[in-house]
């Protein structure tokens, strides 16, 4: 099956700063999702991105389906977006999401 | 406009036993997946449906039964719960298998 990929496992923030996420996936894919898991359990999901570029606010997100990759930007963090990022392909011909490990996200004021 | 609800939120299981996960969703949406989130991990597929009366396996489904008999609602099933089951489960909807998907709040299980 499809092998989902996040980096990095880990990171550290201050406040204001900015940070780009990437999830490599192994197989092709017909859509891709972003979502953020805050300290509470709640999964919120961020961008719905099969390919190209999406912004919302201070995210954004690009997906290069052809090179299996995708990429979240955060900019100016603030304290409100720790938590876990996950990205979640959809290989193609499927209707299964396979999600990866996360990056764990923690802002500092 | 509740979303996706799941009950209960919280259950403790005896080894064994047997109980229903229920998940509820309208937004009229077809698409319906069962995730398990273990600590410290990503979330796993159980079972998915695409609709009313379609049901597939998705990653992780040996010890578990899910049925669809109406749009909205989408049951997930414990046959004979094991201590392994212990986990969180998430429940999503989505309009179609090819749109965002919108997450319940999750049902903190532990089996003893």
């Known amino acids: 099956g499809i092998q989902v990929e996040q980096s990095p496992p880990d990171l550290i923030l201050q406040e204001g700063a900015n940070s780009t996420l990437r999830c490599n996936f192994s197989?092709?894919?017909?859509?891709l999702q972003w979502f953020h898991q805050n300290p509470w359990g709640q999964l919120i999901n961020l961008f719905y991105i099969p390919s190209g570029t999406k912004q919302n606010g201070r995210l954004s997100a690009t997906t290069v389906a052809t090179e299996r990759y995708s990429l979240l930007y955060i900019s100016s963090s603030q304290t409100t977006d720790s938590g876990v990022y996950f990205c979640?392909?959809?290989?193609?011909?499927?209707?299964?999401?396979?999600f990866g490990t996360g990056t764990r996200l923690k802002v500092l004021a | 406009n509740a979303g996706v609800t799941q009950t209960p939120k919280f259950q403790v299981l005896k080894t064994g036993q047997s109980m229903t996960l229920q998940c509820a969703q309208d937004?009229?949406?077809?698409?319906m997946s069962w995730y398990r989130q273990d600590p410290g991990m990503g979330l796993r597929l159980i079972h998915y449906s695409v609709g009313a009366g379609i049901t597939d396996q998705g990653e992780v489904p040996n010890g578990y039964n899910v049925s669809r008999s109406t749009t909205e609602d989408f049951p997930l099933r414990l046959l004979s719960a094991a201590p392994s089951q212990t986990s969180v489960y998430f429940c999503?909807?989505?309009?179609?298998?090819?749109?965002?998907?919108?997450f319940g709040d999750g049902t903190r299980l532990s089996i003893l």
């Open positions: 999503a909807s989505s309009y179609e298998g090819e749109q965002p998907q919108h």
């Open positions: 197989d092709s894919v017909n859509n």
């Open positions: 937004m009229n949406h077809e698409y």
């Open positions: 979640a392909p959809c290989p193609s011909g499927t209707y299964k999401y396979i």
